[in-house]
């Protein structure tokens, strides 16, 4: 009888092992499927935040072109007005030595006691038209005295005295 005892309990045995080995294998295929489960749903969480990832970049991106371009109109905004202020003073500095020059060229009569006279100059862009006067005084002392106008609507004017013994 031990036999049949020790045959049942064995057999009893394999009929557990094999109950609880397919219990396990049911375990082992509804982890799969769980873990296939949470891999999908972690893979289109995935995509969905790398979407939203690229569609900030790319927003992102766009706004920071927009802004290059803003800055880029305003520098060359600013470059252009400052270019138009330097050419602004070019012309007056051309038209103020246009005065100076039709001022210097202005011909007297140093043996008449008083003359007049005209002169013009022109420098690169700049032209004037010059008058000017000069009275002797005295035997040693002289006076001078001259205007321009020039073509940036702007005046030169000058006096001297020149004292000699």
């Given amino acids: 009888m031990d036999n049949k ?3 049942a309990a064995e057999q009893a045995s394999k009929e557990k092992v094999k109950e ?3 219990k396990a294998e049911k375990l082992d295929q509804k982890v799969e499927e769980k873990t296939k ?6 893979k289109e969480e995935a995509k969905e935040l790398y979407k939203y990832a690229d569609n900030k970049a790319d927003a ?20 252009n007005k400052l270019d138009n202020k330097i050419n602004r003073v070019g012309k007056r500095a051309n038209a103020g030595i246009a005065g100076v020059a ?3 060229n202005i011909p007297y009569s140093n ?23 000069q009275a002797k005084l005295t035997e040693n002392v002289n006076i001078r005295a001259s205007t321009s ?8 004017m000058g006096a ?4 000699g013994w």
């Fill in 149 to 156: 106008w020039n073509n940036d609507e702007g005046a030169v």
């Fill in 102 to 104: 039709a001022m210097t």
């Fill in 37 to 42: 489960e949470v891999k999908k749903e972690i």
């Fill in 111 to 133: 043996t008449d006691r008083f003359s007049v006279g005209v002169g013009l100059g022109k420098y690169h862009d700049g032209s004037a038209v010059a008058v000017g006067a």
């Fill in 160 to 163: 001297g005295v020149a004292i």
């Fill in 20 to 22: 609880v080995e397919e």
């Fill in 5 to 7: 005892i020790k045959s």
């Fill in 60 to 79: 992102l991106r766009d706004e920071s072109v927009a802004r290059v371009g803003e800055l880029k109109a305003e520098m060359y905004q600013g470059f």
